[in-house]
């Protein structure tokens, strides 16, 4: 069997890596520092393991910053336009979570879960998605 592909890229598309199978998690998150980080009200990420990446290219940064779990978190952007184009996380073993908006694919698996619903705005609903926090 064959499974699918899919390639995540930034913006300006320098940037961009190819993920094969399945996501093992599709999640939303609402917490303030998503928020800054997309411009948006939420985060949408999927989990893959690191065994996913098939390929990677162009030229990354990193910035890690300290999470609201205490542990770290990393961001991959593009250093030309600034897209996060995937995270790695402390407590992300040997995974790495892309940004889903990055696949250019309204119809990628959508979010199981929301985090940090506290800071979700009153006017937004996911339809089908579990508050997970
Ligand atoms: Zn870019
Ligand atoms: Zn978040």
């Known amino acids: 069997m064959v499974s699918v592909e899919r390639a995540a890229a930034c913006v300006c598309g320098q940037l961009r890596t190819t993920l094969r199978g399945e ?12 928020q800054a980080t997309t411009g948006s009200a939420m985060a949408h990420r999927a989990i893959f393991p690191d065994a996913a990446v098939v ?14 779990s205490g542990g770290w978190l990393e961001q991959a ?29 309204p119809a990628f698996p959508p979010p199981v879960a929301a985090h940090w619903t506290v800071r979700r705005p009153p006017w937004l609903r996911l339809a089908g998605v579990a508050d997970a926090s």
């Open 55 to 68: 390929e990677r290219s162009g030229e990354v940064r990193r910035w890690r910053r300290t999470g609201s």
């Open 23 to 34: 996501p093992r998690r599709v999640y939303a998150c609402h917490c303030l520092e998503c």
């Open 77 to 105: 952007f593009c250093p030309t336009c600034g897209t996060v184009v995937w995270m790695t996380a402390q407590a992300l073993t040997a995974a790495i979570s892309v940004s889903v908006g990055c696949f250019r694919d």
